[in-house]
């Protein structure tokens, strides 16, 4: 596991999410991480985030598969870039798409293991695929497509809500 | 649309959802209701739910796509067998999966409108489509497949993690 979260890198004006962004007090200030070939993250669920009593619910865990994966697609572009995450030229990275799989109730109370693998690198999309799991047991599979953004939009985007 | 909400009649063990449960007090509690074949749910979100500066994160977009969704899916069953949401036996309804497409960046600061359109009722399964749109602009399509689940399951959930 390296010291500095994939998020951590973020710049400032990416990193207000309420899902990843250092910078969101109210967030979720999730932090991703290498493991090998993987990306993993550990996030407990508060108390109050439940679907059914003693359970997770759905929404949160799509905000991790969500988050965890255009993390992993940021560090995935860096990585099949050959340099670090602080180097430049920036990448940007935002999702297109989400696909997720509730195959079991997911326990609350306890820290849960979201892991990622980069499926796909291809010119400006990455393709992420990811599980969840509690107490070792895989309770979520997920599937993220993210695009790798020109800092110019966002920017753009930025301005136009000004 | 009618003035009870689809959620108002979840009985009081599946009303704690984060997104839906009119009886967590932190989450969400959003409300839909049928619109003739559709159904709607307008949701403004907090100043704090951001992406990036000025735009709804996708986490809590996806969040609404589930608990639009699995209401719907549960308004559907009753409607399925032509009956009112109030009678037994109960349904209830857990999302097995969701697919989310983010078409543009939804602006924070307005009421959302979630719209969702029964695609399949087949024997327990029910497959909802649904769109999110920000000043009548569509920036996100969503499809969720729910599955009744036996109220005895669900309280045999309950009973593990008590």
Known sequence: MTEIAFQDFYPDHMAHCYGCGRLNEYGHQIKSYWEGEESVCYFKPEPYHISIPGYVYGGLLAALIDCHG???????GYRAESRAMDTEPALRYLTASLHVD???PTPLGI???VRGKVKEVKG???VIEEWISANEIITVHGELIAVQVPDQLVQEL?????
């Open 111 to 113: 820290a849960l293991v």
């Open 70 to 76: 255009t993390g992993t697609a940021a560090a995935a």
């Open 158 to 162: 930025l301005q136009v809500q000004k």
């Open 102 to 104: 509730y195959l079991k």
């Open 124 to 126: 400006r999309k990455v």
